[in-house]
């Protein structure tokens, strides 16, 4: 049974930087990663993905250049390093995981869900 356990998560002022955890029991090294968010009041977003092997990602354009996924298979362990963090990003993220990694899965989500962690970017 695949499980997910998100950490790392808390509040941080605009500006800085937070590093998110994703650890995944459960499944082989076939699986893609991903992380969503979702804030009160707004749909849930995609905000990156990455394949199995590590060897291809997708971001969001409202991430794109400031947020990083990665994943150390030896450890089963996702990652998504958040830097420049905005007001905007403040949500609960939650980590996911899938067969494969694309837009449409970031679009419409992964079979495999967390149970999120809290970002709050605020002053």
């Known amino acids: 049974q695949v499980q997910l356990v998100e950490s790392g998560g808390g509040l941080v002022q605009p500006g800085g930087s937070l590093r998110l955890s994703c650890a995944a029991s459960?499944?082989?090294?076939?699986?893609?990663i991903g992380w969503f968010r979702q804030a009160p009041g707004k749909e849930r977003e995609g905000v990156a993905c990455i394949s199995n092997s590590g060897g291809s990602s997708i971001y969001a354009d409202s991430v794109k250049g400031r947020f990083t996924i990665s994943r150390d298979n030896a450890e089963n362990t996702g990652y998504l390093q958040m830097n420049s963090l905005k007001p905007d990003d403040t949500a609960v993220y939650y980590c996911?995981?899938?067969?494969?990694?694309?837009?449409?899965?970031?679009?419409?989500?992964?079979?495999?869900w967390g149970k999120g962690t809290l970002v709050t970017v605020s002053s």
């Open positions: 996911a995981a899938d067969r494969y990694c694309s837009y449409y899965h970031l679009r419409y989500g992964m079979d495999y």
């Open positions: 459960g499944f082989t090294l076939d699986y893609a």
